[in-house]
């Protein structure tokens, strides 16, 4: 722990020194970003979710500096999405971007099943004939670890029921017959590549 003092002036004649203490930095359990090679660097990179984070990682001393510099609105750091676009900040908001990248990639989300072909039933009719259940989609072009053929894969998966019409012929009787069911449909609560 270093000590470091500040003056305190209560009138010209009097000066006080208080010691304050500040920590010694940590030190990182891996190498520092400016030691690392560029597939590790690109690696540790890619799992960080804001700007923040990433200046963080690369620059723990001068982070907030580094956010004051990229979004400072002169022209030799403007580019052409500030000039084309008139953004007000100085530049695209970069987080918004990586949300928009995590939204497409691999994560659950809605898509529309045929229950006669997800319960595999010739034999009946259901209304309705197609619900939203929650899939895992999107593709795995980002993902944090090296991987050449990834695929997005449920890694947590609930049943879910949903209560809907069934209708199916009577043998040897006109008509149908007409009951409320509950059909399960498999949900995909979390994804992974």
Not at 29 to 42: F, N, R, T, Y
Not at 126 to 150: I, Q, T
């Amino acid at each position: 722990m270093q000590l470091l003092t500040f003056p305190l002036r209560l009138s010209p004649s009097h000066l006080l020194v208080f010691p304050q203490s500040v920590s010694e930095p940590e030190v990182p359990a891996v190498l520092p970003a400016s030691q690392q090679g560029i597939e590790e660097l690109s690696e540790a990179v890619a799992g960080l979710g804001t700007m923040e984070e990433v200046l963080q990682y690369l620059e723990p001393e001068r982070w907030q500096l580094d956010m004051e510099e990229l979004y400072k609105p002169t022209w030799h750091v403007l580019g052409k999405s500030f000039i084309h676009n008139k953004k007000a900040r100085g530049g695209a908001d970069l987080n918004l971007l990586r949300e928009d990248v995590r939204l497409y990639s691999c994560t659950p989300r809605n898509f529309s099943v045929s229950l006669r072909e997800e319960l595999k039933r010739t034999d009946a009719i259901f209304w309705p004939s197609c619900l939203l259940v929650k899939r895992c989609g999107g593709n795995c072009a980002c993902c944090s670890h090296r991987c050449y053929d990834c695929q997005c894969v449920p890694t947590r998966v609930t049943k879910k029921y949903h209560e809907v019409l069934l209708l199916k012929h009577r043998s040897g009787v006109r008509g149908l017959q007409k009951s409320m069911t509950d059909v399960p449909l498999e949900h995909h609560e979390e994804c992974a590549c």
